[in-house]
């Protein structure tokens, strides 16, 4: 029903900026929050940052005052700014949507990789 590509991953150096993106596609009527994840081997895949239809944003502790995410509904875009990147930071990272029509079902795109030197 949807189908989600992320981009803009890479390498960069500690202390970098990245900015990801995550197009949307398909049936995106009833979505109502958006959200990057992200995932390193060995480790379950965790909440970095969500965004609600009502422009509630919530983030994890660790990025707190670094990322920033937002949305441009009218281009069906998300994107995760990261600044101040850590090595820490370094997973694969995955969009992720939350459409409600009978009942809630969550979308996830292949992910994008960000690696963090020190």
């Known amino acids: 029903q949807v189908q989600l590509a992320e981009s803009g991953g890479g390498l960069v150096q500690a202390g970098g900026s990245l900015k990801l993106s995550c197009a949307a596609s398909g049936s995106v009527s009833s979505i109502n929050r958006v959200a990057w994840y992200r995932q390193t081997p060995g480790k379950q895949r965790e909440l970095v940052a969500a965004i609600t239809s009502g422009g509630t944003t919530t983030y994890v502790d660790s990025v707190k005052g670094r990322f920033t995410i937002s949305r441009d509904n009218a281009k069906n875009m998300v994107y995760l700014q990261m600044n101040s990147l850590k090595p820490e930071d370094t997973a694969v990272y995955y969009c992720?949507?939350?459409?409600?029509?009978?009942?809630?079902?969550?979308?996830w795109g292949q992910g994008t990789q960000v690696t963090v030197s020190s």
């Open positions: 992720n949507v939350r459409k409600a029509l009978i009942r809630s079902v969550d979308y």
